[in-house]
């Protein structure tokens, strides 16, 4: 599997997939992102300026102006991949995307969930911290 991550056949249907208009789909791609995400982090890094907006996306699908609903759970694991990108990748490659993570996570800081609000805060303190080391 490694070998076709890669290869850059994986990603770019994963990528496809967290896109999609359905809850299944999205859903399935963003626990195996996650996994990516947690285990080798440096095979999404090409395809961050794809991810990040939508992982971005999957935070705010939970409230009533949208058609699709995303749970807690999924909720929260995407922030979760936005901060292994924050701790895990050099300054200088995530630094672009500082700003777009800073107001797009603010709708998950008003989420219903606790845990969601809990780890939205600990995802932009992360984000907002960063520093050229």
Partial sequence: MLSDLNDNKILPILVMALGSQRVEVKVSA???LSVLVN???EAVEPHLH???PLFLQVITLNSKHNKIKVK???RARAIDCLSEIAESLPYHQIHPFK????RGIIP???DRKR???SKAVQCKNQWLTLQNQ
Avoid: F, G
Wanted: proline share 0%.
């Fill in 50 to 52: 794809t991810l990040i």
């Fill in 99 to 102: 700003k777009m993570v800073d």
């Fill in 115 to 117: 845990a969601v609000r």
């Fill in 39 to 41: 285990e080798a982090v």
């Fill in 72 to 74: 807690a759970a999924d």
């Fill in 108 to 110: 998950a800081l008003d």
């Fill in 30 to 32: 963003l626990a195996t």
